[in-house]
């Protein structure tokens, strides 16, 4: 890719009335170059059963192309036409609540033969009809995909196949998963229970990886589809999106997004995030470091993130800026808004794009102008930024799964990325950049540091790699839970934590919740150090005690402790502290682990992010993430500032505006 | 009308053992002069399948006509017998929920044919029987009826049969509907999906619309079949109710009440309101003005209010009979408990009568014998009250549903009536009296001063005749959100607030969530004056700002406007205002349409009624809505006051007790 | 029973590797003598229909009975196996949720005829294989019982048939149950409708009694088929188990347990509790109570309570003792832990057992050690301790059900057992011992004192026995709702509390919810005294009032009263009462009985409890339910205290550990 791209999703078949030319001028006049059609409007392009419609298509094609537009085209599969649920209303997914109803998009069984059947005939139909046209540069297949919970008798039978294929007989299922357990054995395959009513979180973790199986499937058959007809020089990508709490959250439970990935040409993601006061650049951050890591390293595209957004998300003066080019300085060679015209029906009435309803300039709009110039402007200095970081944060959605499954116990609402998201937005607060992992990553053993939240389910051969790791100089922080099962959620029946007992130096038998606890210890005497939701009542072996539980009872406890483990070093977190005591121990261990630099010398709300641009020169962003101006004491090399293309010594003053934003290229 | 009713509903079949003589004479003690009877019993009246049991209206028809008490003939529709849902299951209405079970009332689909032939069945079998007992003044066909979210697969064909008549062709309404969006197209009446999964507001609104009118025609055929027995001295009412919040609060969303309305001779609603330290009046006074407006003004009927009702509203000493009085200033003839006795099986347990399980006196009936004296002693003078107000407040149900569907974004609990009533609390405090309209209202025009919450979806039409009503000399205040879409939720292409922004000299393209955000102006110095849920960030064109947003980025946007526009002036307040604030907004607008006048000397917890009596003589009601006794200074004309018998003169002190009513009657 | 037992429950099927010889040997180091085996292990011991493998019962019984450990058998049938639910769907049962799914324990309908067939055949081949190894003292049948919530069509059929043999006549259900309400009439016995959707309390309040019935039947079911097998010196027992509020919590609306336990030889429960800071004691002695009274005084089981439990359980250093010895002091005759191992799979990983996951000692399990010796060690002075009680709380399964139907109205979450709790805790804290009677036991009319909280319905009988139990020389307290209604939750028509108005002297006619109200009246001017939930407006005839309330309007009522009737007291407490204000009410009461003895020195953390050995000697039991030691003047007899082995005179001081016990057998 040889050129920022900074985009819209538009919807001419959405429109009022016929607005194409003048969205384009409009498009132009805000240095949008790229468009993104097409996806999810099955009904408009096949309106009735092999009757096919191009011309909202063809239309956009044809005036992005004379503007000199990019466009990408997205299969229209998320949401399947009237008449397809009329004639096979098998469709709709069965999930535990019953099947699905006509309505929604994301309705469908991924797995059904009939929405394959159809979905394939329209995806080929609408690339025989636009694969030469020059305007297209790549393709995203579906959307958001996911397997929407489907469990109906088909996908029963498909997942009696996989567990066959994986477990080969009952008997190792009955024995892996502890089925003798209220009388659940399984001793006929015709006997093969749904899931839908278990209580085991074995079978139940099982039956979430054979769904997330199912997207990785059906993402790479739509991928093999596209394949056939797109140019050399044309992608594919996916929109991933990520846990959603009314916002982009965290680890996708529902998705391997590694394996997904594979498919893909370029990984894409849609970001969403909180704007005005609570605008911290913590989402553009976290979903930008997962996005570069699904294919280790590339540049990522941001297909969707907010304009204007719910109406809380309208963004001050400065944001919509200060946000485009935080996507930047994670990586990102795009930026495309969800989406260009606020729509005027329908659930996302109230989600607005770049224009409001009534299509005119707006203050949202207005700022686009100066971001679109800069993109353009800057462009060969600011694509394909690459970085190298040293600490990476190992996640596993076997363990998210098998650890959501329990949590701290009946009741408990708190979730493995609640624990994930503490530990990166501590490191992002002290600006330590972060990739990440999982179990299956080859590089794991490239970084100096690894964090590791809940490791909750896990293979001997991982824990056994990690203690490796470590033994050959590795760094490692592992908080609570870790270690505790094995890969089918199986509780380990040693001393815990297990394996990684070796590499900490510590064993636990007991565990309960913290009432009423804090920590001691002369390390720790400063800090905020209540305890939360859970303690391990830990004994040292070889470790040293970094904090004991503060408690007439549990005193005697080690709370959190490291170890020297071969030419390395391990931490153990045995409770949930409090965000500014985790920022606390992880400041010690990226001492210890002597990548304490530069950026660190920045802290929250500014934001550092540095990277290698295609000139081979080192490039600093610089985010003021507060409403008040600050001058800082610049801390890397003498360089130029692009935004303001004003040169930059070391050490010198900068002052950045309120919700503002440096880029420095080295000299 | 010739007599003030004052009544019960009354249950023979209920009673435990016979107490027919009794009852009529435990009534008489209380100047009770009217019962309603029969609805609700079907199994009792039609035990099984044709087989008919008349012996408890005939016992209380003639037992009331002895003693001179006239009775209202329930239709007794509302709850389905037994022996009906065995042989036609299908009566049982389908909801989302699934089918409706047998149990409670008014789980019937109202439009199924079994349902209608065996209704029409037993209502023609009473009439003949009871028509020309002289005891019955008039029918209450069905009771609270709705079409309570009927949803089954013979309702979808009434709706695409509705949608076919009113839209013709699909296209007009996959364009009205913006229904390319997420493949929602129907290409094909064949393929016209229900609305249970719909996700698009304009489809959802569109089917509630239909469901109301699935209740206007319900009414309207039981009204014609009762019309064909009546005698013309009696009427026909029905029993109306409103939005339930555990009391009757606002707005009932799924009747067009005005439209209903025509099926009846006469409004009839029930008003239940919480008491003790909880009673203001405002509900009576609320849902007194909707029903005096069903009929443009007519006179109505409380056929339902509590009497000890639930628990917790058992009323303190004087709080029935200023309950009672309360009703007649509003409009209405009679006032009925809901009910006699209170009911010593199933659901309604405890929600008490007039009389307590064990059927003796007590407090509360002790109360009601001084109301009974009261009304029949002061018949003349306060029957057929008729009020002349200059203040209408236009509500819309279409508005209601379109806006209810958004609310201020995904997880907001604040709905249209919540606006509603805090524009009607602060008139009902001011002692400012109103009536209702709707957008089919004819009389509009004749009314100074026009109050429009959250004008949602309108179509161009009532926009442009809003305008002309402000531009002719009206005035008018809007509220944030009116105008936003059009009569099928699309929203407008145009600025916003779109047609209206004419008459209002503002307009505005972004909207967002207020946090911490005040208002400033000279004018708002003085009162509370934080701003909730909804802000739109407005630009006065010719209007006059009367407050701003305080708050360091909005600040430069308006949030209160008033505009002269030909002879008249039109307020716009575009967010949510605190009560005070409310209050104070119109207060100024009162004083600028020029309708300050004597009434608004009192403030609640004083609060005054007026209207001109049979005599054609003034009536001023003045109600103390407070525990302590209070003395104030009368401000109107010349007197008498009918409780007390006693000249009063004007701007002479006046004592109230607490919770106490003074009744004058100009010379 | 000769020895007292002291076990846990053991599934060898669980066991990851073959642990028996090990867990053998680590029980004996514990003083464990008794393990129970084989419940909800179906599809283990039938892997297929008809296929039978008793490998692990075998192998338990032989290593079992080779240490001298006792077993006891449960039957397999609270999970059914997959085979079966795939031969026989119907076995489900069908709720008003729908029909369960597999997955779960207890999901059948224990009704089913597939589902009776093959229990009881799994049943008797146990039984077959099993009955004559001498390890075996006893079988539990069945776990946990309760009738599901069983609804469906075939369970409907025996209810109608229930109704006919109850009712005879439908006349008289509709007159019973008031059906002419709503039109709910059922006019012929075809169109009995389900109780699903049924709104009269009445009706689903006879249901939820054949519910029970269900129950009772079922257990006698089993327990006949067991009896056939089992050896005159063998025991039947059931885990019965209580309200569960994530804790142990009340009486059990499920199952009528007096009735219910006539099936079994011995009474058996569970009893789970909070612990750490919150462990008060008080559900192992309420628990304990019940249990004790199911068989009228004879010894108990605790088939199953805590060792670690859940995560926040895990017992503080001296708990698991001070628990341990709690039990015995209600009369257990055996402790049993749920369960020795913690599971390594399922939904119960978390609900941890005397071992950890990793089977090595720890210091639950050591603490355990100290128990099983002193068990051994004292079984002759502590085995079958007989109580006597003057006081007894009258509780009733039809009360709960009725009143839990209305409760304080809608929306009220207070339930029947807040309040026998709240009077029950209160007698714990004084040192009160009580038994609970219902209203069939025969031996009401043997205490001093009856507790009788809300007793909402009962029949005319009960009340009359009541007021004859008064009259006679006894003390009662009633609660407020007490007598309102009948048998058949019909309200009585007669001025309330109806029946026991005659015992109590007072009446009333109206009720309300309390809003700031307190009460007045010398006796309680010192106490916490606002009252909450409810109050009834009471007029005194003859009785005494000991409060007012304390409040503008409802000043005049009583809401106290105590009336002497015969030789007896009737106190009646008419709104709900502080715990510190219920406290002082019932001490008043017990003085006023003659009950206030040597125990009520002693107060809450300092627990006490007593009764005859087998010895024929006075046993008293301290409990220090507190941290922090403490000294007490020792109120009883001289004696010996058994776990010190040291003389303790009448008035020594006594000193307590924190969680500490002391026992002291008379001399």
Known sequence: MNRLLYGVAYYDEYMPYDRLDKDVQMMKDAGINVVRIAESTWSTVEPQDSVYDFSHIDRVLNAM????????????????????????????AITPSGQNQYGARQNMDISNPHFRYYAERVI?????????????????????????????????????????NKFVTLDSINRAFGLDYWSNRINSWEDFPSMVGS???????????????????????QANIVNEYKHPDQFITQNFDFEWRGFSYGIQPDVDHFAAAKAVDIAGVDIYHPTQDALTGTEIS??????????????????ETEAQGFPQWVPYPGQLRLQAFSHLASGANMVEYWHWHSIHNSAETYWKGLLSHDFEPNPTYDEAKTIG??????????????????????????????????????????????????????????????DFVDPNSKNIENYKLLIVPILYAAPDSLLQRLNRYVHNGGHIVYTFKSGFSNQNVKVRTVRQPGIISEACGIYYSQFTIPQNVGLKGGFFSAASNSVRNWMELITPTTANVLAYYDHPVWGKYAAITENKYGKGLATYIGCMTTDSLTEKILADVVHKAG???????????????????????MVHYIFNYAAQPVTITYPFGNGRELLGDKAIAQHSSMVLDGWGVGIVEEE
């Open 373 to 434: 110039k800069d993109f353009d402007r800057l462009s060969t200095h600011l694509i394909n930024l690459k970085k190298h970081n040293d600490v990476a944060i190992l996640f596993s959605n076997e363990a998210l799964t098998a650890f959501n499954l329990f949590k701290f116990g009946w009741g408990s609402n708190t979730s493995y990325n609640d624990e994930l998201r503490a530990l990166y937005d501590a490191l992002y607060r002290m600006n330590v950049g972060v």
């Open 65 to 92: 192309n004379k503007a000199g537009i990019h466009v990408i085209i997205g299969t229209p599969t998320y949401a399947v036409p009237t008449w397809l649920v009329r004639k096979y209303p098998d469709v709709l």
């Open 124 to 164: 080929r139909k609408i690339l025989e009809h636009v694969k030469d046209h020059p305007a297209i540069i790549g393709y995203q297949i579906d959307n958001e995909t996911k397997a929407y919970n489907t469990t109906g008798p088909d996908v029963q039978k498909l997942f009696v196949q996989y567990m066959k």
């Open 595 to 617: 990548l304490w630099g530069a950026a660190q010398s920045l802290h929250y709300p500014i934001i550092t992010k540095s990277g290698v641009n295609d000139k081979g020169k």
């Open 286 to 303: 976290f979903s930008g470091d997962v996005a570069r890591s699904m294919k280790e390293g590339k540049n990522y595209l941001v297909l």
């Open 199 to 221: 209580i085991n979180a074995s079978e139940i973790a099982e039956f979430s990886k054979f769904q997330r199986q199912l997207v990785t499937d059906y993402l790479q058959w």
